[in-house]
């Protein structure tokens, strides 16, 4: 069979396979030395390691093979390798497999020195998983004393930094030492490659356990300038839930008493950035406070409520930035460059990322370049929006597993005729000039057949008593309000002179308004004769109103003169103030029959 393939190929193809088997065969990596430090200090799982590779084969080699250790295959977040300070190629074959491309083919006998990084989430387990509020948080993590890798290492070490002394145990491996901080595995000679060694540690970690759940990124792109950017966030505190209930009094006296409690955290926001937002559903929250710098602007995020292990919470803000800050053109053809995810957090951790690009009506042509992560692109959208005909494209991107790493930009190429720029302003201008042509041709029509007078007169009813309505209400407002303040300060205020003509001023208004309302009485009787019994009880409760303003009047009058006393004056105010209210019920009662 593979000589009958072999006569298939052409001769072209027989000389790449060829060279390529001799490569694979010629080529023999090793570590030589491996310096590895993992980062346990935050929710992330932070591994960088220093390799020095020597080629022990008699040919090249152009790729190193990166392996990823089984135990944490499914929660690996990123994953780069450098060379020089240069970030190589790296190509994924297989599950927890990838290929990296050096700088140049390796010499036989050669040496060079690779920087691997890898960042895993949800590997640091809280243990116990429930706790106290007044606790401090425990984690653990399962991890391997070896740098797992497919290639023979001569000597290699490890060193987990935890940023606590509190360590509770960790897997014992000789050489193995607990240093302060960290916990070192090594120097191990000889180790054959895709060997595992289970180590365990488990200690004290308080850092911010804050997750995104599911992040909604929505971009809106015009061409006027302007871009416009919304976020969405779901986020759930992934740390040690609580195992009682969350005392409010206990915090509020000693905050730091909740070592695991998020407060606050801050997001990063673009230096050009301006009408920043800070919403949820129930709307602005005032707590955030927005710190602007010629660099970036950091928005300072404080939820309504403290954040413990299991509790969730959810807000969106947003943005605008000019467009010269994210896109460019040449001609027709534009490049809108923006970040797939930004700074959310620092150590930020999402489970699933949505980024919705709205770009104008009439763009076309579309291209991607993602940057050097797995990024889905879904279905395309079309939305419509205010003065749109046939809708605006929107690009729709996913990704999950997230952190900080993967803020990075991605290009999207389209073209659009400037043209179409001013289809909205002439549409605005067309809109117009037809409303204004109809309201010249109608004005200038008689469309009426006969003049229904009994639903004019309905209309003038209408209008009456809601006039009617207004000036009760500007009663109560303006004049009897006022009158309970006059009574309440005449105690206080022994000016006599300014209590006068405040008392006079309101005598004037009461008086006015009276006329008025007997006024708009008279024509509400005289258009609609059958309203004149609850126009007259209407009067009759408001003279009931008058004549106990009288009294609160009277009232204020002896106790501006000190001619009552105090528990006099307490018993006589609460009685007529009673009958002041009862006398404005019945008004309002009255008024809701009319």
Not at 215 to 232: F, P
Not at 393 to 400: G, I, K, S
Not at 541 to 552: D, L, N, Q, T, Y
């Amino acid at each position: 069979t593979f000589q009958h393939y072999f006569k298939q190929i052409n001769l072209r193809m027989k000389v790449v396979l060829l060279l390529c088997l001799l490569a694979l065969s010629s080529s023999l990596l090793v570590n030589k030395n491996v310096k590895r430090i993992v980062d346990l200090t935050t929710q992330l799982a932070k591994s960088k390691s220093e390799v020095t590779v020597e080629n022990a084969g008699p040919g090249s080699a152009a790729v190193y093979e990166v392996a990823v250790d089984s135990i944490s295959v499914d929660n690996l977040s990123y994953i780069s390798v450098t060379q020089n300070g240069v970030k190589l190629p790296l190509k994924k074959v297989a599950d927890g497999l990838y290929e990296a491309t050096l700088g140049s083919p390796l010499a036989a006998g050669a040496t060079t020195t690779l920087s691997v990084e890898m960042s895993f989430t949800h590997v640091l387990e809280p243990f116990p998983k429930s706790i106290n509020q007044p606790d401090n948080q425990l984690v653990r993590v399962h991890s391997n004393a070896y740098f797992y890798t497919p290639y023979d290492t001569s000597e290699q070490t490890s060193a987990f930094k935890l940023g606590t002394t509190k360590v509770e145990s960790f897997t014992p491996r000789s050489p193995s030492k607990k240093d302060g901080q960290s916990i070192s595995y090594g120097p191990y000679s000889s180790i054959a490659g895709k060997t595992s060694a289970r180590v365990t540690l488990h200690f004290e970690n308080n850092s911010p356990f804050l997750t995104i759940t599911s992040l909604k990124r929505e971009i809106e792109v015009s061409h006027w300038g302007n871009i416009a950017v919304e976020e969405h966030y779901q986020m759930s505190h992934t740390g040690a839930k609580l195992k009682a209930q969350f005392s409010r009094l206990d915090f509020q006296r000693n905050p730091i008493g909740a070592p695991t409690a998020i407060k606050s955290f801050r997001t990063v926001l673009p230096a050009s950035s301006r009408d920043v937002y800070y919403r949820d559903d129930i709307g602005n929250i005032s707590t955030s406070n927005l710190r602007e710098s010629d660099d970036a602007n950091e928005l300072e995020i404080r939820p309504r409520f403290p954040l413990f292990g299991g509790w969730n919470t959810k807000y969106y803000i947003g943005y605008n930035v000019p467009s010269y800050e994210m896109l460019g053109s040449n001609g027709n053809q534009y490049k809108l460059e923006v970040p797939f995810v930004d700074h959310s957090y620092d150590n930020m951790v999402v489970d699933y990322a949505e980024l919705r690009v709205t770009l104008p009506e009439g763009c076309s042509d579309f291209e991607v370049a993602y940057p050097d992560y797995e990024i889905t692109r879904e279905a395309d959208d079309l939305v419509k929006t205010y003065l749109d005909t046939f809708g605006r494209p929107v690009l729709v991107f996913t990704a999950r597993n997230l952190e900080e790493s993967h803020i990075q930009n991605i290009e999207i190429y389209y073209k659009f005729n400037s043209l179409m720029l001013y289809r909205e302003p002439l549409l605005v201008v067309n809109a117009f000039l037809i409303f204004f042509v109809l309201v010249i041709i109608i004005v200038r029509l008689d469309f009426s057949i006969a003049v229904d007078e009994d639903s004019e007169a309905r209309q003038r009813v209408a209008y009456l008593v809601e006039e009617l309505f207004n000036l009760v209400n500007k009663i109560k407002n303006t004049v009897s309000d006022e009158y309970v303040e006059l009574l309440k300060g005449a105690r206080n205020n022994k000016d006599a002179k300014a209590f006068k003509a405040s008392k006079k001023e309101l005598e004037v208004l009461y008086k006015q308004l009276l006329e008025e309302c007997a006024s708009v009485s008279k024509k509400i009787v005289s258009f609609a004769p059958t309203l004149t019994d609850r126009v007259s009880e209407l009067t009759r409760r408001e003279g009931e109103r008058k004549s106990v303003i009288a009294s609160v009047a009277a009232l204020a009058d002896k106790v501006q003169a000190d001619k009552v006393s105090r528990s006099a004056y307490e018993s006589q105010e609460s009685a007529v103030l009673s009958k002041l209210y009862t006398a404005q019920s019945n008004i309002e009662d009255a008024l809701a029959v009319l």
